[in-house]
């Protein structure tokens, strides 16, 4: 079988999550998210953020914390920006159209949103109330592509987003990737003092499912959990979501497992660069995407698999290679020798 560098939840979850499943499976607790573990992983989140006026919802997946957030914080006339590779835009079967919002989609050279291109989309909508009015942005950290917001960036968007009264959302699915990467500055507590809301991705980053969303902004607190229960995202057994984020913020292990999936995907990517290629991005997350010809992608493909991602040219095309948590040094020895003797 070959290996699968397709995404980085491949993988069912790390030990400990399971050993903490196990030890109190017969535990008895309140359900929806009223038991000690979401209390537990709640207190300890908002710990890491320094921000404890903060609200902590769990919801299993990240499509469902992004439509949940958008159609709560939006009303009927109201849209949302984004990058025009933003999850929102390209893979959640128009889930935020579903709702009523229009998503204004936005090109960008590296996936990353910047006030200019924002304001773009503000001035050709001045004719009011005859055009929906732009009320949220919608960023990722990391990027569909893999490049990661500084703190400067973010503190950017900000200050724009304040003042032109728009809200700013994080999609975090790969948020431990993003801080942990060797050329980050934000700070957790950053990233909460300059959002609205934004989510800690669990499902990517070594739980069996889960995302923790954090809503900084107190307005925007007002009655969310009967938006997560109207829809579907108030599971009954909410300790399932707990005990995983109480795990994974203990010892720092949610930063640990994302620094490793780091780690290896840099390995790649050196054997990449020593060997000549070029990329999509520049990146320095779990993601790369380096361009080979046809041969070169076959040659992979004959014991890995991974996504062919945008074609550049006739001949050539940018793949995926994404790690995860899991992802053993000897599969990464063996990817990096078959990039050393791949042939034109």
Not at 111 to 120: C, F, H, S, T, V
Not at 162 to 174: I, P, Q, V
Not at 312 to 337: H, M, Y
Request: hydrophobic share 35%; proline share 3%.
């Amino acid at each position: 079988m070959k290996y699968s560098f397709k995404n980085d939840y491949s993988e069912a979850c790390h030990p400990l999550i399971l050993e903490k499943l196990l030890e109190t499976n017969l535990v008895q607790q309140n359900g929806y998210g009223l038991d000690d573990y979401c209390k537990s992983a709640e207190e300890k989140i908002l710990n890491l953020i320094n921000s404890p006026n903060s609200k902590v919802y769990f919801v299993s997946g990240g499509t469902q914390a992004n439509l949940i957030l958008i159609s709560a914080f939006l009303r009927p006339h109201e849209s949302v920006v984004s990058a025009s590779t933003g999850h929102i835009f390209t893979n959640e079967s128009g889930a935020i159209e579903s709702t009523g919002h229009k998503v204004h989609a936005v090109e960008t050279l590296d996936g990353k949103l910047r006030p200019e291109a924002i304001q773009k989309v503000i001035d050709v909508h001045q004719n009011k109330p005859h055009q929906v009015k732009q009320k949220l942005v919608y960023i990722s950290n990391s990027t569909e592509i893999g490049t990661i917001y500084s703190k400067q960036e973010l503190k950017n968007l900000s200050e724009f987003c304040k003042k032109n009264h728009l809200y700013l959302m994080m999609d975090g699915a790969r948020l431990g990737h993003a801080l942990t990467a060797e050329t980050n500055d934000l700070k957790p507590e950053d990233v909460a003092k300059y959002t609205d809301a934004f989510y800690l991705g669990g499902t990517k980053n070594g739980a069996l499912i889960g995302e923790a969303i954090v809503i900084n902004n107190p307005e925007l607190q007002t009655e969310f959990g009967f938006h997560i229960k109207q829809k579907g995202g108030m599971l009954a057994k909410g300790r399932l979501l707990g005990i995983q984020f109480e795990v994974l913020f203990t010892k720092n292990l949610y930063f640990d497992l994302a620094k490793h999936a780091n780690s290896q995907a840099m390995k790649i990517k050196k054997s990449f660069v020593e060997k000549g290629f070029k990329f999509l991005s520049d990146t320095f997350s779990n993601q790369i995407f380096p361009i080979l010809n046809q041969n070169q992608i076959a040659q992979l493909s004959e014991n890995f698999d991974f996504y062919v991602w945008k074609k550049i040219d006739s001949e050539k095309a940018a793949i995926r290679l994404i790690t995860s948590w899991a992802t053993p040094d000897s599969i990464v020895d063996e990817f990096c020798e078959t990039i050393k003797n791949l042939k034109n």
